[in-house]
């Protein structure tokens, strides 16, 4: 599986702004889907996932109620809406894809990652 972000950028504080990822191969929705972050100088931190069906999504709680992850499985696409965004959203956000990696943890496949920038 192959995985590439878009959507990254420069945004102000309280704005919104949507990353897709875009996942090569024909069983897109047997994979879990989600979403990492690493900011300057920090540990990679778990953002979300949502399992294959999309019927289920979990978050961290510092982004829960900001946040929504969903996905089209019919485009092979995940998509991160993030909206009041903070300077703390600020990071490389990272794709990953994996089986049952909802209840896991593990992800065996990683996008190349997208810059988020939140500016005061």
């Known amino acids: 599986v192959q995985l590439v972000e878009f959507g990254g950028g420069l945004v102000q504080a309280g704005g919104s702004l949507r990353l897709s990822c875009a996942a090569s191969?024909?069983?897109?929705?047997?994979?879990?889907m989600g979403w990492f972050r690493q900011a300057p100088g920090k540990e990679r931190e778990f953002v979300g996932c949502i399992t294959g069906s999309g019927e289920r999504q979990y978050y961290v709680d510092s982004v829960k109620g900001r946040f929504t992850i969903a996905r089209d499985n019919a485009k092979n696409t995940v998509y991160l809406q993030m909206n009041r965004l903070k300077t703390e959203d600020t990071a490389v956000y990272y794709c990953v894809a994996g089986v049952r990696s909802v209840y896991t943890g593990e992800y065996d496949y990683w996008g190349q990652g997208t810059q988020v920038t939140v500016s005061s």
């Open positions: 191969g024909r069983t897109f929705s047997t994979y879990d």
